[in-house]
C-alpha cells in the first residue's frame, strides 16, 4: 500500500520559515519523480517544485528563491524548505509521487501565514 504522509505545517509569521517533510512507504522512491503542489481556498492545485529521481528540480515562479525542494532517497523522504513566507502561500500542501501511469498525493498539510 502506498502512503505519503506530510509533516511540518503550521502557522507562521510573515518572513518566516517551515519545513515540510513527506515520508513515503510502498514505493521504489528512488524512481519517482517527487513534489510538492499547493492548494488556496477557492484556487486550483498548483505545482510549487519536484525534484526527479536524479536530483534535478525545478520550481514555481512564485517558489524560485524562496523555497528548497531536497530528497533523501535513503530515508525515502522529500522535504520542502521554505523561506521568506508570506501570506499568499497559505494553501494546504501535498505531496506527490509520480512514474510513468502511477501517480500519488499525501493527505496534505496546512501552511498558513499571517500576523
Known amino acids: 500500500q502506498v502512503q505519503l504522509v506530510e509533516s511540518g505545517g503550521g502557522l507562521v509569521q510573515p518572513g518566516g520559515s517551515l519545513r515540510l517533510s513527506c515520508a513515503a512507504s510502498?514505493?521504489?522512491?528512488?524512481?519517482?519523480?517527487m513534489g510538492w503542489y499547493r492548494q488556496a481556498p477557492g484556487k486550483q492545485r498548483e505545482l510549487v517544485a519536484v525534484?526527479?529521481?536524479?536530483?534535478?528540480?525545478t520550481y514555481a515562479d512564485s517558489a524560485k528563491g524562496r523555497f528548497t525542494i531536497s530528497r533523501g532517497n535513503a530515508k525515502l523522504t522529500v522535504n520542502l524548505q521554505m523561506n521568506s513566507l508570506k501570506p499568499e502561500d497559505t494553501a494546504v500542501y501535498y505531496c506527490?509521487?509520480?512514474?510513468?501511469?502511477?501517480?500519488?498525493w499525501g493527505q496534505g498539510t496546512q501552511v498558513t501565514v499571517s500576523s
Open positions: 525534484i526527479s529521481s536524479s536530483g534535478s528540480t
Open positions: 506527490n509521487a509520480m512514474v510513468g501511469s502511477r501517480d500519488y
Open positions: 510502498g514505493i521504489t522512491f528512488s524512481s519517482y519523480v
